[in-house]
């Protein structure tokens, strides 16, 4: 808890204490079972408050159901000594946390949740930007940069762009955006300035020309620094809050005397939604909503656009697609350039000082709806329809008590078959089919995020809190159905213990032929040759044999089994 206030403006010491609180908590042994709660002011202006409560929002969808954010009018009062104004303020944490929602706001006793709602069309005239002025795009050359830029030029008519960026004229495209530019009859003037230096930034603004006056600036830049919030550190968010909140905060004070039209900083849905993996870019694009929301109360001109997921923004390849699928549980699907374009004209002309800039895929959510609950947020957008249980099968709970009703010869296979279902959700695979059960994670495509994802789902369908490292810990589905299933049926691993003899026996006199018709010849050939495993070779021979039926044809019978059944103990 601390005392909310504009000074000083860089929330970096109280976010990187936030930040090793938290950590400190998930680490300890023993709290695996609590919840935190953490108390911040109600103070939606302020940069330091909305910063931490970005970073804890990524928190709690990393680690759903075990941190709720308190927002209230009595946060300074709640660690004081006994007063009627304190018991009064613990009376309404208490409520907020039994409500059971991740973020609550408490004002005068009363408890809100925030939810999400259509921002209505403004109707009136709004200011429009002055042809002749300057407009200053931050993270001009980049590929958000560069369609403000020309949307700037064609749909605004805006003849004097200022494009910066830290390369500048040395940027990829920087020469063909410019000959662009200038053939459509625009002046262009790409500088390039790290905007994170205040000194650089006063010296860009002090080149542009009397004649052509700065009338709207529009800040785009930005870096990110994935990365779970274990393996964060104050490095990493000094990386990510330098391009998008320092150069928010020089420019807002560097021109708070110039007479401008418009002032959009660009956001990201991570602020708002807390995007699992970007706990320090959801803590830098909340503190740029903040300072948006400061300088409309103070009567300057400010909007922040916590833009969802572009169809184009430079990311490429698997890069693009992991960050649609991150959005898509948050409901949210990728917008074209066009429609991109088309939201930023009408936040010009909105009252609002924070919109969230997305497209909801409204089909998924009432599908989701019908099955479960949709996204906190989200929640006043979509109407639950009616939860029926003979058309729609439970997807959480209930799994030890379905995996115990089952045979136990057939329990591994059905855990099997649940872990590489959700492997492929999590991967976007059409078909659990596509998983490889004895295929490490790692090689894939899992990263430290995928991972929380698929601990998230996993501690859903169990009912029990996996530990984070679970997924390198067990590397394949297949070695982390043993240790799943060790979890929800311990009896089952002494019921192999105790019948490995029978087991022996009937493989024993099992005719190799056999195993061949019932096509478990290559399976066996895996367990007793595969990489990684003991050497394949057939008995008193030093050199290992290469062709793996021969090695078959010479081992007897009781080598075989031998083997194998130790090849298995030890997956």
Request: one cysteine or more; aromatic letters at 2%.
């Amino acid at each position: 808890m601390y005392e909310a206030g504009h000074a000083p403006a860089d929330p970096r010491e109280v976010v990187a204490a936030a930040l090793a609180v938290v950590q400190a908590w998930l680490a300890a042994p023993g709290l695996e079972h609590t919840r935190l709660v953490v108390i911040v002011p109600d103070a939606e202006d302020d940069l330091t408050v909305a910063a931490v409560s970005g970073l804890l929002r990524s928190a709690q969808s990393e680690h759903p159901d075990r941190i709720v954010l308190v927002e209230s009018d009595h946060a300074e009062r709640c660690g004081s000594a006994a007063t009627a104004e304190h018991t009064t303020a613990v009376n309404a944490v208490q409520l907020a946390v039994a409500t059971g929602e991740p973020r609550v706001r408490v004002r005068g006793g009363v408890a809100f949740v925030p939810r999400l709602k259509r921002a209505p069309l403004a109707e009136g005239p709004r200011r429009e930007l002055n042809p002749d002025g300057t407009v200053l795009v931050t993270g001009g050359t980049g590929t958000l940069g560069s369609l403000v830029a020309r949307h700037l030029a064609t749909g605004h008519g805006v003849r004097h762009l200022l494009l910066a960026s830290r390369s500048g004229p040395d940027a990829e495209g920087a020469a063909a955006l410019y000959e662009e530019l200038t053939d459509l009859g625009t002046t262009v003037t790409i500088a390039a300035c790290d905007t994170a230096d205040r000194d650089a930034v006063a010296a860009l603004l002090a080149a542009v020309p009397d004649a052509h006056p700065l009338t709207a600036v529009v800040h785009t830049a930005g870096v990110l620094d994935d990365g779970v919030l274990t393996a964060l550190t104050p490095e990493r968010f000094d990386t990510v809050l330098r391009p998008k909140l320092d150069a928010a905060l020089h420019l807002h004070e560097l021109t708070r005397d110039i007479d401008l039209a418009a002032f959009v900083l660009f956001s990201s849905a991570a602020g708002v939604l807390g995007n699992p993996g970007q706990g320090n870019y959801a803590a830098a694009n909340a503190s740029l909503d903040a300072l948006a929301l400061h300088r409309h109360r103070s009567g300057l001109p400010g909007i922040s656009l916590a833009w969802g997921v572009w169809d184009q923004t430079g990311t490429s390849g698997n890069r693009g697609m992991a960050i649609q699928r991150r959005m898509a549980p948050q409901g949210l699907v990728a917008h074209s350039s066009q429609e991109g374009l088309e939201l930023f004209d009408a936040a010009l002309q909105s009252d609002d000082a924070v919109l969230l800039a997305a497209k909801p895929d409204y089909a998924a959510l009432r599908a989701q709806a019908a099955s479960e609950p949709v996204p906190v947020l989200l929640r006043s957008l979509v109407r639950a329809g009616r939860r029926t249980a003979r058309h729609v099968a439970p997807r959480w709970g209930g799994l030890a008590e379905r995996l115990t009703a089952t045979l136990p010869v057939q329990r591994e296979q059905m855990l099997l078959d649940v872990i590489r279902r959700e492997v492929a959700a999590v991967l976007g695979h059409s078909t659990p089919g596509k998983v490889d059960p004895d295929r490490a994670f790692r090689e894939v495509g899992f990263d430290s995020m995928l991972a929380v994802e698929l601990r998230n789902r996993l501690n859903g369908l169990v009912g029990i809190r996996l530990p984070a490292t679970i997924i390198f810990d067990h590397p394949t589905p297949r070695s982390l159905m043993r240790r799943l299933l060790a979890e929800l049926c311990p009896e089952a691993v002494g019921e192999l213990a105790g019948r490995e003899d029978e087991i022996r026996r009937v493989l024993v006199t099992t005719p190799l032929s056999r195993f061949q018709e019932l096509g478990l010849m290559e399976k066996l050939l895996q367990l007793v040759a595969s990489p990684g495993g003991e050497s394949a070779t057939a008995p008193d021979t030093a050199e290992p044999k290469q062709d793996g039926k021969l090695l078959i044809e010479e081992m007897g019978v009781d080598d075989l089994v031998e083997r194998a059944m130790r090849k298995a103990r030890k997956q």
